[in-house]
């Protein structure tokens, strides 16, 4: 089964799109000047119809076909514009910005509770220069009380940073937050 097809199961019973991430919520003054954003691994569109609910042009990237259709469906519902974009973010040779539908690169890129090591180390090239990355994690810590996400799907506890190679941290948090142990990163594309 290849991964849309297990992420479509998966979404297969779901109407409406997940919430948004408090943490991108949280440093929503961060978003002042943006005026494009991406959700990679975005799933059914939760934290990309926030964004554009704040006015960002923002493309929303999945795997799943089904969790693009909630996300399209929910935007025409809000009258909110929203570009989707069905890609494997853990392909090889991994998309490159242009690919994904931004020729310059994006003001604002969010990887939420998605890890493929080799795409957070890709992050300063799909940000235009001063743009800014949210990228949160469970990290191994999780596994004290949550079974799920699994090892393979966890970072390190100061991993992160050195994953996002190439952008300046802003701010740098790990910690329990509700009831699943996250690293929580902000960093800027200083070029």
Aim: with cysteine.
């Amino acid at each position: 089964m290849s991964a849309a097809e297990r992420w479509d199961a998966k979404y297969a019973d779901w109407d409406e799109p997940g919430t948004p991430s408090d943490f991108v919520i949280g440093h929503a003054e961060l978003l002042s000047g943006s005026s494009t954003a991406a959700d990679l691994a975005g799933g059914t569109g939760g934290t990309a119809l926030w964004l554009a609910a704040q006015g960002l042009a923002t493309t929303l990237v999945d795997v799943s076909g089904r969790a693009l259709e909630i996300a399209r469906v929910a935007a025409a519902e809000r009258g909110l514009p929203l570009l989707t974009m069905q890609a494997d973010l853990e392909a090889e040779p991994l998309p490159t910005a242009a690919e994904l539908g931004s020729e310059r690169g994006w003001d604002v890129v969010v990887c939420a509770n998605f890890l493929h090591r080799p795409l957070l180390g890709t992050l300063r090239h799909l940000l235009a220069p001063g743009g800014i990355a949210f990228a949160q994690i469970a990290t191994v810590r999780n596994l004290l009380y949550n079974e799920r996400p699994g090892r393979p799907y966890l970072v390190e506890e100061g991993e992160l940073p050195e994953l996002c190679r190439g952008l300046e941290t802003v701010s740098f948090d790990e910690d329990w937050f509700g009831s699943r142990h996250e690293a929580r990163l902000v960093a800027r594309h200083a070029g």
